[in-house]
């Protein structure tokens, strides 16, 4: 079965930079694009962008570019997302989500377990 | 800031009938693009509900239904039940966006 598996709870000062992992299983890696989604408690989903691990082509959500990088390790079948110059704002449980054959990274199917990044000083 | 707009709240008696709007512009729903819907349940990860604007993916139950029309599209729950408290989600494709994936607001769904 597909499953991704994020790394752990993070705890950043302001102005860090955190690097989520996300390890894929139960299907080819290359063959599906990974969204990063987040969500700040008690609000609503946030897209940042998408990554094709095949090829390592990236968007980036207008509010994140320039900030957010991601990237993979496809012999371990896992992607990353590095957020730079954090913010308290930045405060959210942060997804990493499979997208489709059909609609490429425009659509999500399997979703991470999310990763916790508080940031505080 | 969403581009897609839903109501934050709903809600509805066991066995009643609930719709969730999702209103959307000429850059995103008007344009073409499929809405998909996604469900989540307190403290889990969102879990994809509908896509393709009314397609159920397998294990699904056949109570919930997608239509789209226009710049708008409809999440409808029929014969509501407790299971069914959640957070629903839609979400489409914005070409204004550099292409982006954008997200509804939300839409808390409340069993009375």
């Known amino acids: 079965q597909v499953q991704l598996v994020q790394s752990g709870a993070e705890v950043k000062k302001p102005g860090a930079s955190v690097k989520v992992s996300c390890k894929a299983s139960g299907y080819t890696f290359t063959s599906y694009d990974i969204n990063w989604v987040r969500q700040a408690t008690g609000q609503g989903l946030e897209w940042m962008g998408w990554?094709?691990?095949?090829?390592?082509?990236?968007g980036y959500a207008q509010k994140f570019q320039g900030r957010v990088t991601m990237t993979r390790n496809t012999s371990i079948s896992t992607a990353y997302m590095e957020l730079s110059s954090l913010r308290s704002e930045d405060t959210a449980v942060y997804y990493c989500a499979r997208g489709s054959a059909s609609y490429g990274p425009n659509l999500v199917v399997y979703w991470g377990q999310g990763t916790l990044v508080t940031v505080s000083s | 800031q969403s581009v897609l707009t839903q109501p934050p709240s709903v809600s509805g008696a066991p066995g009643q009938r609930v719709t969730i709007s999702c209103t959307g512009s000429?850059?995103?729903?008007?344009?073409?693009?499929?809405v998909h819907w996604y469900q989540q349940l307190p403290g889990t990860a969102p879990k994809l509900l509908i896509y393709?604007?009314?397609n159920r993916p397998s294990g699904v139950p056949d109570r919930f239904s997608g239509s789209k029309s226009g710049t708008s599209a409809s999440l409808a729950i029929t014969g509501l039940q407790a299971e069914d408290e959640a957070d629903y989600y839609c979400q489409s494709y914005d070409s204004s966006l550099s292409g982006s994936n954008v997200f509804g607001t939300g839409t808390k769904v409340t069993v009375l």
């Open positions: 990554m094709n691990p095949n090829s390592g082509n990236t």
């Open positions: 393709g604007n009314s």
């Open positions: 000429s850059s995103n729903i008007g344009a073409g693009y499929d």
